[in-house]
């Protein structure tokens, strides 16, 4: 599956069906640019397992508000549109896909 970008509109849409691993991130943060390879790599691997959505915290300030996204990088992991982990700061593939598989 390809990573997808969700807006303040459609978020809850993205979110509510199966797990959703969403990064908070914004164009100027350099931990987020570095985290950017690994989500592409981390969804190369799992197989429609979970699906993977980039919110630009910039751009939809009421969903990063909702949130209380304070940190960014923050990935929040949704099952079927509740929260269920968070993980602030850069984190490397291998840590993002226990997270995933611990909820599967």
């Not at 390809?2 to 943060?29: M, N, R, S």
Request: hydrophobic share 45%.
């Amino acid at each position: 599956m390809a990573i997808t970008h969700a807006t303040d509109q459609d978020f809850k849409e993205q979110t509510k069906d199966g797990l959703v691993l969403v990064d908070f991130w914004a164009t100027w943060c350099g931990p987020c640019k570095m985290i950017a390879p690994v989500l592409e790599e981390l969804d190369g691997d799992l197989n429609g397992k979970a699906k993977i959505v980039k919110v630009d915290v910039d751009e939809n300030q009421a969903t990063a508000g909702e949130f209380g996204i304070m940190s960014i990088p923050t990935l929040v992991l949704f099952k079927d549109g509740e929260i269920v982990d968070k993980v602030v700061g850069f984190q490397p593939k291998e840590q993002l896909a226990e997270l995933i598989e611990k909820h599967a």
